[in-house]
């Protein structure tokens, strides 16, 4: 079955930068869009940005430009997000998201368990 | 930005209530709506597609229904398991944006 397996919380201090992973499995990884949402404590989802493993083509919300770089290994069959500048903004929950079909506009279908990131001196 | 709006923010009803969450948009979004459900703790799980596509292996009491900017999630008969956050997401045009969510409890 289709498991997106996230990496573990992060403590971070603030202008640092932070990488996460999302190791896919029980499905061609290079066939489906993965998209980044981000989760703030206690409040609503956000959009960050989505990466399409075969070509490396992303898309990105303009807030998280600058922000956010999506990147995929397609030998392991993991996708990552690298955050830059942490300010205690970026102290979140971070989901990856697979698609439900192999197209940009598709519904995020399956959910990695997400990353905590906490940005603290 | 594509503006969706939920409501209302917060919703309690009974055991075998029917139940009805509202999500609307700042712009015609074409029934590219989508909703997610939310257990505390956990992370979103998606329940409808497109507006009316009910997702893999979820229950027949959820449907959903809408056009242009109105949309709606229903529950035909509320369970104790269906208590969670419910969120909608447009899918019509970048950036992909989410309502504020109906946070659904038990009377």
């Known amino acids: 079955q289709v498991k997106l397996l996230q990496s573990g919380a992060a403590l971070v201090k603030p202008g640092a930068s932070v990488k996460m992973s999302c190791k896919a499995s029980?499905?061609?990884?290079?066939?489906?869009?993965v998209s980044w949402v981000k989760q703030s404590h206690g409040k609503s989802l956000e959009w960050i940005g989505e990466?399409?493993?075969?070509?490396?083509?992303?898309n990105f919300n303009e807030k998280f430009k600058g922000k956010a770089t999506l990147t995929v290994d397609k030998s392991t069959s993991t996708a990552y997000m690298e955050l830059s500048r942490l300010t205690s903004e970026d102290s979140a929950i971070y989901y990856c998201?697979?698609?439900?079909?192999?197209?940009?506009?598709?519904?995020?279908?399956?959910w990695g368990q997400g990353t905590l990131v906490t940005v603290s001196s | 930005d594509i503006q969706m709006t939920q409501s209302p923010s917060f919703l309690s009803a009974s055991v075998g209530e029917r139940v009805t969450l509202s999500c609307k948009a700042s712009?015609?979004?074409?029934?590219?709506l989508d909703w997610y459900q939310q257990k505390l703790g956990e992370a979103p799980k998606l329940l409808i597609y497109?507006?009316?596509n009910l997702h893999t292996g979820i229950p027949s009491r959820f449907s959903g229904s809408g056009s242009g900017t109105d949309y709606t999630l229903t529950i035909s008969s509320l369970q104790p398991e269906d208590v969670a956050t419910y969120f909608c997401?447009?899918?019509?045009?970048?950036?992909?944006?989410f309502g504020g969510g109906t946070k659904l409890e038990l009377k």
């Open positions: 998201t697979r698609s439900r079909g192999g197209y940009s506009r598709a519904p995020f279908a399956y």
């Open positions: 029980g499905y061609t990884f290079t066939d489906y869009w």
């Open positions: 990466i399409y493993p075969n070509s490396g083509a992303t």
């Open positions: 712009q015609n979004i074409n029934k590219y």
């Open positions: 497109n507006t009316n």
């Open positions: 997401l447009q899918r019509n045009s970048w950036p992909r944006t």
